[in-house]
């Protein structure tokens, strides 16, 4: 099991840059397909970015495509999520999700439900 802690959420105009942060603990970080969601208020939870458990393979919501990164660090398990150029409608609860992943595997899983485990969001609201 692992647990997932979010960080980094706030306030900021459009245009603006956040980089939020996904601290994993528990079972080996690298043994979990990781993935970004978020979820604004009245809407369903959609993918934002996702990343394989070695960090070579990535998606991205067609959103944020282009504006926004995800990466991963295994040895400090930890999840980014460096967002550029923000807009008003990236503002929602940000949250990280964890896959167990088949080690022979290299896939970044883009649906909400592929994910076992969640952290409890981060708040991003970008002002016009």
């Known amino acids: 099991q692992v647990q997932l802690v979010e960080s980094g959420g706030g306030s900021v105009q459009a245009g603006g840059s956040l980089r939020l942060s996904c601290a994993g603990s528990?079972?080996?970080?690298?043994?979990?397909?990781m993935g970004w969601f978020r979820q604004a208020p009245g809407k369903e939870r959609e993918l934002v970015a996702a990343?394989?458990?070695?960090?070579?393979?990535?998606s991205y919501g067609d959103s944020v495509k282009g504006r926004f990164t995800i990466s991963r660090d295994n040895a400090k398990n930890t999840l980014y999520l460096q967002m550029n150029s923000l807009k008003p409608e990236d503002t929602a609860v940000y949250y990280c999700?964890?896959?167990?992943?088949?080690?022979?595997?290299?896939?970044?899983?883009?649906?909400?439900?592929?994910?076992?485990?969640w952290g409890q969001g981060t708040q991003v609201t970008v002002s016009s």
């Open positions: 990343i394989s458990g070695g960090g070579m393979t990535t």
């Open positions: 528990g079972r080996t970080f690298n043994s979990y397909a």
């Open positions: 999700a964890a896959k167990p992943r088949n080690p022979f595997s290299s896939r970044a899983y883009s649906e909400r439900d592929d994910y076992n485990y």
